[in-house]
C-alpha cells in the first residue's frame, strides 16, 4: 500500500539556519504529493505540492522537487525564523484517489 | 480563498454525551469532507470519508455507531460523538476538498475534544 516515511524530529535549529525535512514515499503510479504545516493548537494548512516528476513546489520561502527516481519530496528553506517553528507533515494522494495518506510529522523548533 | 470552519474548537464534558462537531466550507463547495483524529504527538489518522448525500465511508476499524457522519449539503459536514468516553478524548480535525481528484484538501483549525 501506500505509505510515507519522514525523518525523525524534533528538529532544533537557530534562527537563519538551512533547513531540511527527509521524506520518502511508496506509491504506485503518479502521486501528488503534499507539505502541510500545523501550528499548535491549530489544524492543517497547505504548504506546497506538486503533482508531477520534477515539479518543484513552493511557498513562504520552502521549497520541495519532486523527485521520482528517489521517490522523495524533501522539503527545503534557506534562513529559518522563529515563526517558522511548527509540524510539518509530508503526504500523498495517489492518482485518482481522494484520500491522503500522511508521515508522521516532523517538529520543527527554530531558536532566536 | 478555500477556508474551512470548523467549531466548537474545544470541548469538555462528561462521560456519557454526545458530542456535535461541524466542518463548514466558506468560500466553496465541498463534494468531499474527511474527518481525521490526531493523538498527542503523532500524526492524523483518518477516520472516515464523506460525500454529499451518501452515507459515510468509514476505514477500517472506526466504528460507525461511535462516530456518526451526516454531510446534509455541499458547505457542511457533522461529526457526532455518541456516549463519548475518556478513551475518545482527542483532537479532531475535518478536512474540505472542493471538485474532485487532484484538488487539494483544505483543514479546519480541530477541535480539542475532552471527556471527563
Known amino acids: 500500500g501506500n505509505s510515507v516515511t519522514q525523518m525523525e524530529g524534533p528538529v532544533t535549529l537557530s534562527e537563519e539556519a538551512f533547513l531540511t525535512i527527509n521524506c520518502t514515499y511508496t506509491?504506485?503510479?503518479?502521486?501528488?504529493l503534499f507539505w502541510y504545516v500545523q501550528y499548535p493548537g491549530e489544524g492543517l494548512q497547505l504548504l506546497l505540492k506538486?503533482?508531477?516528476?520534477?515539479d518543484k513546489g513552493s511557498n513562504k520561502g520552502f521549497e520541495a522537487t519532486y523527485r521520482k527516481e528517489t521517490t522523495s519530496f524533501h522539503l527545503e528553506k534557506g534562513s529559518v525564523q522563529v515563526s517558522d517553528s511548527a509540524v510539518y507533515f509530508c503526504?500523498?494522494?495517489?492518482?485518482?484517489?481522494?484520500?491522503?495518506?500522511f508521515g508522521q510529522g516532523t517538529r520543527l523548533t527554530i531558536n532566536p | 480563498g478555500a477556508v474551512v470552519s470548523q467549531h466548537p474548537s474545544r470541548v469538555i464534558c462528561k462521560s456519557g454525551t454526545s458530542v456535535k462537531i461541524e466542518c463548514r466550507s466558506l468560500d466553496f463547495q465541498a463534494t468531499t469532507m474527511f474527518w481525521y483524529r490526531q493523538f498527542p504527538k503523532k500524526s492524523l489518522m483518518l477516520m472516515a470519508t464523506?460525500?454529499?448525500?451518501?452515507?459515510?465511508?468509514?476505514e477500517q476499524g472506526v466504528e460507525k455507531d461511535k462516530f456518526l457522519i451526516n454531510h446534509a449539503s455541499l458547505t457542511l459536514s457533522t461529526l457526532t460523538v455518541t456516549s463519548a468516553h475518556p478513551e475518545d478524548s482527542s483532537f479532531y480535525i475535518c478536512?474540505?476538498?472542493?471538485?474532485?481528484?487532484?484538488?487539494?484538501?483544505?483543514f479546519g483549525d480541530g477541535t480539542r475534544l475532552s471527556i471527563l
Open positions: 478536512s474540505a476538498q472542493p471538485g474532485s481528484g487532484n484538488q487539494p484538501q483544505h
Open positions: 506538486a503533482t508531477k516528476a520534477d
Open positions: 506509491a504506485t503510479g503518479y502521486p501528488s
Open positions: 464523506s460525500n454529499e448525500g451518501s452515507k459515510a465511508t468509514y
Open positions: 503526504a500523498l494522494s495517489s492518482q485518482g484517489a481522494q484520500k491522503l495518506v
